[in-house]
């Protein structure tokens, strides 16, 4: 079993930063990728950033140039540095891992339970 506890979420201002972090415990050895997912009120579930175990990273058109995932093997963790917010990037953020490294295409194996980020105007 492996349990994701996403933390640094908050209100922040228009234009303003944030950094989400998330530390894995437990099985961490079977995680692959991992990443982050938002979910905006009334809409559904999407994909923010993924990054693989040597680092390579993906990202959704809508953060590209603006947020930056990261990731520290050692320490199990995954971060997520929000730069120039909006308010239309409010939204419950999900830590997510998978274990075979296709997670985006199949399903993520492991969630945790959500960070919310609120943008103001």
């Known amino acids: 079993q492996v349990q994701l506890v996403e933390s640094g979420g908050g209100l922040v201002q228009t234009g303003g930063s944030l950094r989400l972090s998330c530390a894995a415990s437990g099985s961490v050895n079977s995680i692959k990728d991992m990443g982050w997912y938002r979910q905006a009120p009334g809409k559904q579930r999407e994909l923010v950033a993924v990054i693989s175990a040597s680092g390579s990273a993906n990202y959704a058109d809508s953060v590209k140039g603006r947020f930056t995932i990261s990731r520290d093997n050692a320490k199990n963790t995954v971060y997520l540095q929000m730069n120039r917010l909006k308010p239309e990037d409010t939204a419950v953020y999900y830590c997510?891992?998978?274990?075979?490294?296709?997670?985006?295409?199949?399903?993520?194996?492991?969630w945790g339970k959500g960070t919310l980020v609120t943008v103001s105007s």
């Open positions: 997510v891992g998978d274990n075979d490294g296709r997670g985006t295409i199949y399903g993520m194996d492991y």
